[in-house]
């Protein structure tokens, strides 16, 4: 009769006391037990055509076959012994076949005739049957995390209400007499075991945030007001994460138990005094070798290695004053690495790059104020063609912090500054692009099918009534413009709180007649009294396009001049700071020819695609020239329009416009022989 697999694994785990799984390490490493048990786990690594297993269907039977499977290949153990000890005569799957095939009753059948394409065939069978059971293993053993086991009477409803109040207790109470042996052990058995017991549960994922957040919450808070069970509390919290965080437990757990490990402080934000927080691991080698060593740990998940580097980050922006040289020794050749690195084949280069900036705080926190090794390295960095914008840019901004650390480590001012409008001229190029690939997709769309109140004829009665209440009399009709009533004249030019702000003047209606209102109104949309026209909100893509486009111009900025807005301070820092008088000139020129291109993209005025797009054609050019590039004619003349150098249209003036655009005169004709291009025979309404 076979034996489940269920069974052979008890047994095999009852007879080696194995308690909890193990990680990439193979069955075969242990000791044989007896030949019975050794073949009633040969039984179990059959399987069926369909892949499951000939004992049990459960997929986690399946998995504990194929570990037992590749002990049984390991062993040499031949395979028809695996399948035919399990049930001779009613096998079935590749390894049976494989098995009956090899069998002298199949020998026998055939008389010895078995052919040479039966006998490749197989031992194709045999090998694909063993790299599939290898593979299979190997992801088994690779995604088989580790979890918390704890007694069921300890993790009732109950139970841990009991455990949590303890630890509010502990975190909360002013009197040291309430804190009992009692309340300090249920207060640990909560943060040291329950805690990383629910992290760990794949089921109780969605109560980890709020649960951290509380015991985080509970040490700031008792910090603070430094109740007697800050200590206990401190220390727990570290206990129960530290385990997490270096156990083979699920990543998710480990990086949040990393990141709280991060933001423990010894003493917290004193907000009366603006003190900042101190952090546990500048003062505490433990902590910091345990947060340094998950970073150096290049076998470590990406995600547990990022949140180690955040936690790093924080510990020296914060606790650079109390850490040792060591340390900061330490870190320095850690990021310095970081910087040098290229991305790793498995890593995407953004990613990389994001992890990057992470090592540039850190070097610039814990440099000394005289080192000009980091000035010459983010130098570099911003003037690398091949490195991501995402930290070329940041490294440039971080210059504008720098004052001697860049004492003469810039060696060709006007090569910086080209590379930086390089990437500026880039992102403006990019962003052209991407506009016009959303045109092309909106042209492609469907069109919707026009609405049924076309044919029953709604459309059209309410036309007539919307005229008919145009032509009524009354205020309304006298004081229409050409057919345009009020409340267009209103939303065309004249802005509502224009009028209000008139009227508490002292204009009131009785001084000044409507005729003499609706002659403050401009013909070409100006606004009330001759105001400008208010901006329109611009559409998201346009907001989006700035928004890229300005942070780019302004991390460029601050890193020439130390300043985001284009103009130098009157205590400037970055490549100024440190620059000869020759380069100065070189940056304030430069400076100068950027903010035209600052002001015309932060224009409100641009409030449709169309507009923005125009406007990016000539900013395109101008950094063109700044960067060097040499456009080509076409695309030269597509930055030029019909407007004034102050950036104005020009609104139909003579001699500024194109020839054969309405308004022109054709050659050879008198003025009083102009056509009147469909204007009507009176006077414009308005002119005297």
Request: charge should be negative; aromatic fraction near 4%; proline fraction near 7%.
């Amino acid at each position: 009769m076979p034996v489940s697999v269920v069974d052979v694994g008890q047994e095999w785990a009852t007879h080696y006391k194995i308690n909890k799984p193990q990680r990439r390490a193979g069955w075969q490493d242990l000791p044989m037990p007896s030949p019975g048990l050794q073949m009633r786990c040969h039984s179990g690594f059959s399987l069926t055509g369909d892949g499951q297993s000939v004992n049990n269907g459960s997929p986690r039977n399946v998995r504990v076959s194929i570990l037992f499977g590749r002990a049984l290949l390991s062993e040499g153990v031949p395979l028809r012994h695996a399948t035919t000890t399990s049930s001779p005569s009613k096998s079935s799957g590749p390894i049976a076949a494989a098995a009956q095939i090899d069998s002298p009753q199949m020998d026998s059948a055939n008389g010895g005739q078995a052919s040479n394409h039966q006998r490749a065939k197989r031992i194709w069978i045999l090998c694909l049957v063993m790299v599939l059971c290898w593979l299979l293993s190997g992801i088994a053993s690779a995604q088989q995390y580790e979890v918390i086991n704890l007694p069921a009477a300890a993790v009732t409803p109950e139970k841990i209400s009991g455990y949590e109040r303890a630890a509010k207790t502990l975190a909360s109470s002013r009197k040291p007499e309430q804190l009992t042996a009692d309340v300090k052990r249920n207060a640990m058995i909560y943060i040291e075991h329950i805690v990383p017991y629910t992290m760990v549960s794949k089921d109780k994922l969605n109560e980890m945030g709020p649960m951290l957040a509380s015991l985080e919450k509970s040490l700031s808070g008792a910090q603070r007001i430094n109740n007697p069970g800050k200590t206990d509390l401190l220390k727990n919290i570290y206990n129960g994460m530290t385990k997490v965080a270096k156990g083979n437990y699920i990543p998710a757990a480990r990086i949040n138990a990393v990141l709280v490990l991060g933001r423990l402080d010894s003493a917290p934000y004193d907000g009366a005094t603006g003190r900042p927080p101190k952090p546990l691991a500048a003062a505490y080698p433990a902590l910091f070798d345990t947060l340094v060593g998950l970073y150096e740990n290049e076998e470590e998940v990406d995600g547990v290695r990022a949140a180690a580097l955040q936690s790093l980050h924080r510990v020296a922006m914060y606790g650079f004053p109390t850490m040792s040289a060591d340390n900061k020794a330490k870190l320095t050749q850690l990021m310095t690495d970081l910087l040098d690195a290229p991305a790793p084949a498995d890593r995407d280069p953004k990613a990389h790059a994001y992890l990057q900036r992470f090592a540039v705080d850190i070097l610039h926190y814990v440099s000394a104020p005289e080192d000009t090794t980091l000035g010459k390295q983010l130098i570099s960095i911003s003037t690398n063609e091949e490195q991501p914008d995402l930290i070329a840019l940041y490294s440039a901004s971080q210059l504008g912090d720098m004052n001697t650390q860049l004492e003469g480590q810039v060696v060709d001012t006007q090569g910086v500054l080209k590379s930086w409008s390089r990437r500026a001229f880039d992102t403006v190029e990019s962003e052209l692009k991407r506009l016009k690939a959303l045109d092309r997709t909106s042209a492609m769309a469907v069109k919707q099918p026009p609405s049924p109140d076309t044919f029953l004829g709604v459309k059209e009665d309410k036309k007539k009534k919307k005229d008919k209440s145009r032509a009524g009399g009354g205020m309304a009709g006298g004081m229409g413009m050409g057919g345009m009533g009020m409340d267009d004249a209103m939303m065309g030019g004249m802005e509502m709180d224009g009028m209000m702000d008139g009227m508490d003047m002292g204009m009131g209606m009785d001084g000044m007649g409507m005729d003499d209102m609706m002659g403050g109104m401009g013909m070409g949309g100006m606004g009330m009294m001759g105001r400008m026209p208010a901006a329109k909100p611009q559409p998201p893509e346009v907001s989006l396009s700035r928004r890229r486009i300005t942070s780019v111009l302004q991390q460029l900025l601050r890193g020439a001049v130390g300043s985001p807005l284009a103009e130098i301070p009157d205590t400037p820092s970055g490549l100024i700071s440190a620059a000869s008088e020759e380069d100065q000139k070189v940056l304030t020129s430069w400076v100068d020819d950027v903010r035209p291109v600052a002001e015309a993209i932060n224009d409100d005025l641009l409030d449709d695609k169309k507009k923005w797009m125009e406007s990016l054609e000539e900013q395109r050019v101008a950094l063109a020239k700044l960067a060097g590039v040499e456009l080509l004619d076409g695309d030269e003349d597509a930055g030029q329009d019909d407007r004034r150098p102050g950036g104005l249209p020009t609104f139909g003036l003579p001699g500024n416009q194109a020839p054969g655009l309405p308004g022109d005169l054709p050659g050879g004709m008198p003025a009083g022989d102009a056509p009147d291009a469909g204007l009507p025979a009176g006077d414009l309404p308005g002119a005297n």
